[in-house]
């Protein structure tokens, strides 16, 4: 790929640079680490290493944690970037949605203190429009790239172990026979009748099974918070009207990403 032009070459001088980043934060935390109180994911992998190294098949390395630490930044961060720009626009979209989270905003966290991550069990409005984000958006309809660990069949077909397997996530979150409007984004998706927020399995933005994103947690935390404190403080306008088909997915890659648009937060 080095020969082939295109804009990857970016990707991989922007990659290489959050690397040599990392090593040097490793660097640091190596020097000034107290393993009886570690400060940060970097210390606790570090203390590990230490604690395994004179295991010869431990994958506690240096290797590994430059590798790991450099996945938490990509990973974690376009696919939550892309989540929550797909939530505003969507906002955008049905002012009547931005409405009713703020009302539920009002009642439950009010204008007086910050939102904090325990609010989400009460805000059962706020909960089924996140999760109808993950589900309308599909940030990763591709999921990642799994291997089997051993042969399997699977409808018929037989899949050799070490074979190399994509679940199609869009497939799932697209299911008329588990979402009413699959093609339209709907909150009520996630609500029962009685207006409480109802959970179903077959939305998986972070895959499933022992392989599951390991920043899911994170990633809720930050989307909920992120989406409720811009919401407690400012309303969403936009000189433009966005269609259906504005806020439809849109393929970039192996991700699908919101298009760009204009938006104003004005104090409330």
Not at 39 to 48: A, E, G, Y
Not at 112 to 123: L, S, T, W
Not at 212 to 235: S, V, Y
Request: with cysteine; hydrophobic share 35%.
């Amino acid at each position: 790929m080095n020969y082939v032009p295109g804009p990857h070459h970016r990707l991989i001088s922007i990659s290489e640079e959050l690397g040599e980043f990392i090593h040097e934060r490793v660097k640091a935390s190596q020097e000034t680490l107290d393993p009886s109180s570690p400060r940060h994911f970097i210390d606790s992998f570090l203390i590990k290493m230490e604690e395994e190294k004179k295991n010869p098949n431990t994958e506690f390395n240096l290797k590994n944690l430059l590798m790991t630490t450099h996945n938490l930044f990509v990973a974690g961060m376009e696919t939550v970037t892309s989540t929550l720009r797909y939530g505003l626009l969507i906002l955008l979209k049905y002012p009547e949605v931005q409405a009713k989270i703020q009302k539920e905003i009002d009642q439950v966290i009010g204008r007086d203190r910050v939102p904090n991550f325990e609010d989400r069990m009460i805000m059962h409005y706020t909960q089924a429009v996140i999760q109808e984000v993950h589900r309308f958006g599909d940030v990763l309809p591709l999921n990642l790239p799994h291997m089997v660990t051993k042969d399997v069949e699977f409808r018929g077909y037989q899949i050799p172990k070490g074979t190399d397997i994509y679940p199609l996530l869009c497939t799932v979150h697209h299911d008329p026979k588990e979402f009413p409007s699959p093609w339209k984004f709907d909150p009520n998706h996630f609500l029962d009748e009685n207006g409480q927020f109802k959970k179903n399995d077959a939305v998986m933005p972070f895959s499933a099974g022992k392989r599951i994103c390991p920043g899911e947690n994170l990633a809720r935390m930050e989307l909920f918070i992120f989406l409720t404190t811009i919401l407690q403080n400012f309303k969403l306008t936009s000189p433009t009207e966005y269609s259906d088909y504005d806020i439809a997915p849109k393929l970039a890659g192996f991700l699908n990403a919101p298009i760009d648009y204009e938006l104003s937060f004005i104090p409330r």
